[in-house]
């Protein structure tokens, strides 16, 4: 492309991680929770970290629940997102929405029960857990 090596090396990796990141993105919107349930999903994100650290830390669940689990509050813990936090509305949603996503994956493998008996809010907010779940 332009005849030096490290020059098409970095346009090379630079247009990559911009296809990745444009592939993340519309994965996010594929999987994102219909209706008002972003809403309901940003709103119980509190009550879902609680649930997603005893989930992590519960020596009953299968090992490669728990660790879908762990790289979530790692992915969490880090300053770096899809989306930035700084952009209104859309900033929180990509972390609900993955948060959903793996939460979704916990129920299928390991189910709802595990889920209830970890679940730290009302029976309002679990019942609202169990719609994202997709059950």
């Known amino acids: 492309m332009t005849g030096s090596f490290w020059w098409d090396l970095l346009i090379g990796v ?20 219909r209706g008002g ?3 309901e999903a940003l709103r119980l994100l509190p009550d ?11 020596r009953s669940l299968p090992r490669g629940v728990r660790v879908r ?3 979530l509050m790692v992915y969490l813990a880090l300053p770096i997102d899809l ?7 859309l900033g929180y949603a990509d972390d609900a929405i993955i948060v959903t996503a793996v939460l979704r994956g ?4 390991a189910g709802i029960d595990a889920v209830r ?6 029976d ?10 997709g059950l």
């Open 14 to 33: 630079a247009v990559a991680l911009a296809l990745t990141w444009l592939a993340l993105i519309v994965a996010l919107v594929v999987v994102r929770p």
């Open 37 to 39: 349930l972003l809403r």
């Open 48 to 58: 879902v970290l609680r649930l997603v650290r005893r989930l992590a830390a519960g």
């Open 69 to 71: 689990l762990w790289l």
């Open 83 to 89: 989306i930035p936090d700084f952009i209104p509305v």
């Open 106 to 109: 916990v129920v299928r493998r």
């Open 117 to 122: 008996a970890h679940w730290p809010g009302t």
């Open 124 to 133: 309002d907010g679990f019942a609202a857990v169990v719609r994202l779940a």
